[in-house]
């Protein structure tokens, strides 16, 4: 596992893009041999002019003041015990702010920070904190007028595009969606049954719009098609 981030360190990444009302993500980089992995951040706007920041990345200043404008950091969840690369500094900066981790990453990502919250605490009608594959992953379900955006971390990978040979190579023999969104073999899967069970539920959310993944590209292209698909692949 990477050597934790204590100072505010950028490291190259694309630009805050606005997917959906009040729902901002941006992809960036993390240096690997013969080329760079993709990582991603989203930022979600909640009521009362907070947010919520899901699977933390440092941003150069004016990306990180349109996140300020859209409001406070009220929440830093951190999505698993491995994505705690940058929540040391993001605590430093936002000390307020709580933290926020699945309870079976909790141990992990207290080594790193102190975890305020395990479960769906947002206050938020319209944006929920989950815990999937035995509390050990996070995701969240964001509602819009549009429709509805699902945010997920491990548990779904879609690394088509990536900067450079080695790492595709990586995502292709780790099975992180090199070529169709996957369930990445790294991943440990509690119990397959009732993640495909988990999956098929999330097919039938009103108005599914998207899957926002943490690694890879946006799944906007029939996403209930696709959970489906891959609860398929988990029962067989």
Do not use: C
Request: hydrophobic share 45%; charged share 25%; no cysteine.
């Amino acid at each position: 596992m990477a050597r934790l981030h204590d100072q505010w360190t950028v490291l190259r990444h694309g630009p805050l893009r606005e997917i959906d009302e009040g729902l901002l993500t941006v992809v960036g980089d993390i240096p690997m041999p013969f080329g760079k992995f993709p990582r991603r951040m989203t930022v979600v706007g909640l009521a009362d002019g907070r947010t919520a920041i899901f699977s933390a990345i440092p941003l150069v200043e004016p990306e990180m003041e349109r996140i300020e404008a859209l409001g406070e950091p009220a929440f830093l969840i951190v999505p698993s015990g491995i994505h705690r690369l940058d929540i040391r500094p993001y605590k430093a900066r936002y000390p307020k702010a709580r933290v926020v981790a699945p309870p079976g990453a909790r141990e992990q990502v207290s080594e790193a920070v102190a975890v305020d919250l395990v479960t769906d605490r947002l206050d938020d009608p319209d944006a929920h904190f989950l815990t999937v594959n035995g509390n050990s992953d996070a995701a969240m379900l964001v509602r819009r007028p549009g429709g509805a955006s699902l945010i997920v971390n491990d548990i779904i990978g879609h690394v088509t595009r990536t900067a450079g040979f080695g790492p595709w190579l990586i995502s292709l023999l780790t099975g992180f969606g090199a070529k169709q969104p996957v369930v990445p073999r790294p991943v440990k899967v509690s119990n397959p049954a009732e993640l495909a069970a988990l999956f098929e539920e999330w097919a039938e959310i009103p108005g599914l719009r998207r899957i926002i993944p943490s690694h890879g590209e946006i799944i906007d292209d029939q996403p209930a098609a696709e959970l489906r698909r891959l609860a398929q692949a988990l029962r067989s």
